[in-house]
């Protein structure tokens, strides 16, 4: 959303990239989050950027503010230490943060929490270290698999040496 030109009027890179502006919210919310998410409610967008850790920056402090800082009012910057312009890289480690209180007020364990928390990004990461262990087991299996051959061919020859020098006494049990 933020790379597409369309959105461009609305949601932007800062000049460093290292955080994200949105301007005119309730355009923003009009016309980008309903075709991006499933709804287009402005605070339940910065709730989810909150629960992923994002942070959301203020450049003029509260009471500093006049009423001539209205379109101030109606921007606002984001920033997570691992949502860099130009780092695609870094997404997959951005996480849903776990509640550490389960329902009813009831400790749960961070891994448990996090094991019910699948993420997409989880899933990708998931995904790529199953397909890395799948390679090499891949390739540990055909260097068995050449040995196993060469070791076939091997007692194959041995077998016709000894039936050449004691005939008859082995029968050929090996097929080709």
């Known amino acids: 959303m933020i790379n597409d030109p369309k959105s ?17 919210v309730g355009e923003f ?46 921007t606002w910057e984001f920033s997570h230490h691992k949502f860099l312009r130009g780092r695609p890289d870094l997404l997959d480690e951005i996480k849903r ?11 749960v364990g961070l891994e448990s929490v996090r094991a019910r928390v699948e993420l997409p990004g989880e899933v990708a990461s998931q995904l790529g270290t199953m397909r890395e262990d799948y390679r090499r087991v891949w390739e540990v299996l055909m260097a068995e698999k050449r040995k196993n051959e060469r070791l076939t061919g091997l007692l194959r020859t041995l077998w016709d040496v000894v039936g050449k020098g004691f005939p008859g006494s082995c029968e050929s049990t090996f097929s080709s």
């Open 8 to 24: 461009a009027h609305y949601i932007a890179w800062t000049e460093p990239g290292t955080s994200f502006v949105v301007s005119n």
């Open 29 to 74: 919310s009009r016309s980008i989050l309903g075709s991006h998410f499933k709804h287009n409610n402005f605070s339940s967008f910065v709730r989810q950027l909150n629960m992923y850790g994002f942070h959301k920056i203020n450049r003029t402090p509260r009471a500093q503010r006049t009423s001539s800082d209205a379109q101030a009012i109606d």
């Open 97 to 107: 943060k776990a509640l550490l209180e389960g329902q009813g007020g009831v400790n």
